[in-house]
């Protein structure tokens, strides 16, 4: 079930990306004058296709490989044009129109993740308080003066209200100048004080998937609380073996569970793994086996029942620790433009810094993590999935427009090229920049599905 949950997740939003994306181009070429003869989505063969009712009378496809689409502009390097329509051919429109067009797809993937922002903001994002679990004295947070229970209220002068605010910060600050300043207070109330952590050479390390926080030595405080289930994904593990939500988890293959960071410990650890679990409800004690799915997490793979802990039931879970990002229309369209923008400088900077070899490839990903991030999203609701296809479509918008051959941004520089000396590149140089340009599509493909394959093998 989670498998093709994944893989409805991830076409839905290729699907929705890619239409976003080639719209762009679409939209700004027809307002520019350029005949547009056909808008597909997806490669190869049109399983449907149909004509517009405009004069162009463009083609609409649906095609058979859902990866990718384009859009076909009329050219004569393609073809004979009529006499008519030389003037709409891409090659006879001005460059900067023709620049336009090709910056359109990206720009649209930008908008596009702004408006993402903007509704999860207005649905909600729930989170977790940023308050300190167990600080090690040896460790960078330590050696910084960090101590447990403090919360973190700012990082590099932004303000973090939830962990995942905390994180983003941390790699802005870090890939910044190689200092995290963290500001924080033993309660919001509290005077506040700021802790410097220096990374300076240590920034591909905490690149790692999963290693920023326990590199510094960090973890979230987490109040002890029972092993009760709070609401249930449908089709999820738990839901499956007749679990409900309530249900109190007492024991897993006869070895007792304590709390629920035991419960969720053990689950981690045993992936496609069926269990015995005793539990339970209404006073009584029950038994059920639980087939455990998996899921890549932090690049490892790990166990996913799907149930959220209760927090009604949680005893002892301190009320401050929820935290919940919501806001009206306006603002939150303005938190989505914040985003937005933070997130676009965020992987510019990864990208710049892996080129350096400051940052890890570990952090490419291809297909396969994509299409199990878009399932663990979706069935997490709404909000998760919104912050998803923004993040994945501000990572389309910026892949477009590198500067190579074949993508948006090598066709960029093609026509910067030829405004400079009044005429375009020859057939042989263009050949050599389109091998040029394959060669490294073909390395970044093969660096996303290596690393792939590492985290399924763990």
Not at 213 to 238: F, I, R, T
Request: hydrophobic letters at 45%; charged letters at 20%; aromatic letters at 8%.
């Amino acid at each position: 079930m989670s498998f093709l949950i994944s893989v409805f997740a991830f076409l839905l939003a290729i699907g929705v990306l890619v239409a976003v994306h080639e719209y762009g181009h679409f939209w700004v070429a027809r307002r520019l004058g350029f005949k547009v003869e056909r808008f597909s989505i997806g490669f190869g063969r049109p399983l449907v296709r149909w004509h517009g009712r405009d004069a162009d009378r463009t083609e609409y496809w649906l095609s058979m490989i859902p990866l990718g689409g384009y859009v076909k502009l009329l050219d004569e390097r393609e073809g004979p044009v009529a006499p008519e329509d030389q003037g709409r051919a891409f090659t006879h429109r001005p460059v900067p129109h023709r620049i336009a067009v090709l910056l359109a797809g990206a720009g649209a993937n930008f908008a596009f993740a702004v408006v993402a922002f903007g509704l999860m903001f207005m649905v909600g994002v729930p989170g977790v308080t940023p308050v300190l679990g167990p600080v090690s004295a040896e460790s960078l947070a330590g050696r910084a003066g960090l101590q447990e229970r403090e919360q973190i209220l700012q990082v590099g002068g932004k303000r973090t209200p939830t962990w995942e605010s905390v994180m983003l910060a941390m790699y802005d600050d870090m890939l910044a100048d190689g200092v995290i300043r963290l500001t924080v207070a033993a309660d919001p109330d509290a005077p506040s004080r700021v802790a410097e952590i220096p990374v300076a050479g240590l920034e591909s390390r905490l690149t790692e998937p999963g290693a920023l926080l326990p590199g510094l030595g960090l973890e979230p405080w987490s109040p002890s609380v029972p092993a009760v289930l709070g609401p249930l994904v449908s089709g999820g593990s738990a839901a499956r073996a007749g679990l409900r939500e309530g249900d109190e988890i007492l024991a897993a293959d006869g070895q007792p569970i304590a709390d629920w960071s035991d419960w969720v410990g053990f689950v981690r650890a045993r992936p496609d793994q069926p269990v015995e679990v005793e539990f339970r409800r209404d006073g009584g004690r029950e038994r059920a086996t639980l087939d455990i799915d998996s899921v890549v997490a932090d690049g490892q793979v790990v166990g996913r029942i799907g149930a959220e802990i209760n927090l009604d039931q949680a005893r002892g879970l301190a009320e401050h620790l929820r935290a919940e990002q919501r806001y009206g229309p306006v603002m939150a369209f303005g938190q989505g433009w914040v985003r937005t923008w933070e997130m676009t400088g965020l992987t510019l900077r990864m990208l710049g810094r892996m080129v350096t070899g400051d940052v890890s490839v570990r952090n490419i990903s291809g297909p396969i993590s994509i299409g199990q991030y878009a399932g663990f999203s979706l069935v997490l609701g709404l909000s998760s999935f919104l912050n998803f296809l923004a993040i994945i479509s501000i990572s389309l918008g910026i892949l477009n427009l590198l500067p190579i051959p074949m993508l948006d941004g090598g066709q960029i520089i093609y026509q910067l090229i030829e405004w400079v000396k009044g005429s375009p590149l020859s057939e042989r140089t263009l050949l050599i920049c389109q091998q040029f340009g394959l060669a490294a599509l073909l390395v970044i493909m093969s660096f996303a599905f290596y690393n792939d394959i590492m985290r399924l093998l763990g």
